[in-house]
């Protein structure tokens, strides 16, 4: 079975920090996304990769930033969290239309 | 990417068959229709995904009229577990990044 794993399943981390979500598929996709989802504001794509070492931003990458050193890892680093950054992170692979996400991280910044 | 109409929320009973109509008048020539459930605190997760006509799998059928302008997601026999957010996403296969809407409360009743 396919599988993209999250590192944490919740974080509670303070303001000002470094933060660091992972993500691992083990698929060989060469798409990688990450999202944040927020109640009424739905899913939204926060940074996207094509390839190792590629990304593009998506919707709103303002406070993030990304790496992906390896096909099967996309890190998704905000520089200095806030508490606006509370919120669910998804992470998601595809080698085509078809999107697999993990479960989830749900952040918390205190 | 064409942008997608959904109701808001629709609810149901055990054993009932449901249709969640989508909207997407600006479905270009290549855009496939794809249909995401996701439960609270999880990831979506992909349910079925069509062109035209018809088709079905183990979960849900997807009916795509001749104008392909809408398309509809039949669950049939619906169980409180399928209580869930249906997200209804068109997109061309070159084209790799996901825009989710609003998506579709969808409540099952004992």
């Known amino acids: 079975d396919v599988k993209v794993t999250q590192s944490s399943r919740y974080l509670v981390k303070r303001t000002g920090e470094k933060v660091f979500l992972e993500c691992v598929q083990d698929?060989?996709?060469?798409?990688m996304f990450w999202y944040r989802q927020d109640p009424g504001l739905g899913l939204r794509l926060i940074y996207f990769?094509?390839?190792?070492?590629?990304?593009e931003k998506g919707d709103i990458p303002e406070g993030y930033s990304v790496s992906r050193e390896k096909k099967e890892r996309f890190s998704l680093i905000l520089e200095s969290a806030s508490t606006n950054q509370t919120s669910m992170y998804l992470c998601?692979?595809?080698?085509?239309?078809?999107?697999?996400f993990g479960s989830g991280t749900r952040l918390t910044v205190v | 990417l064409a942008k997608t109409t959904q109701p808001i929320s629709m609810d149901s009973y055990e054993g009932q068959e449901v249709n969640i109509t989508c909207s997407h008048n600006n479905i270009a020539t290549n855009d496939y229709i794809t249909w995401y459930q996701q439960f609270p605190s999880q990831g979506p997760r992909f349910i079925i995904q069509g062109y035209k006509t018809k088709v079905t799998n183990e979960v849900a059928s997807l009916f795509i009229p001749a104008d392909r302008k809408s398309s509809t997601l039949s669950l049939p026999r619906v169980s409180l577990s399928d209580t869930a957010v249906y997200y209804c996403?068109?997109?061309?296969?070159?084209?790799?990044?996901?825009?989710f809407g609003s998506g579709t409360r969808l409540l099952v009743r004992p």
């Open positions: 698929m060989d996709h060469e798409n």
């Open positions: 998601a692979s595809s080698g085509s239309w078809i999107y697999t």
């Open positions: 996403l068109v997109g061309g296969r070159s084209s790799y990044k996901l825009i």
């Open positions: 990769s094509y390839d190792v070492k590629m990304k």
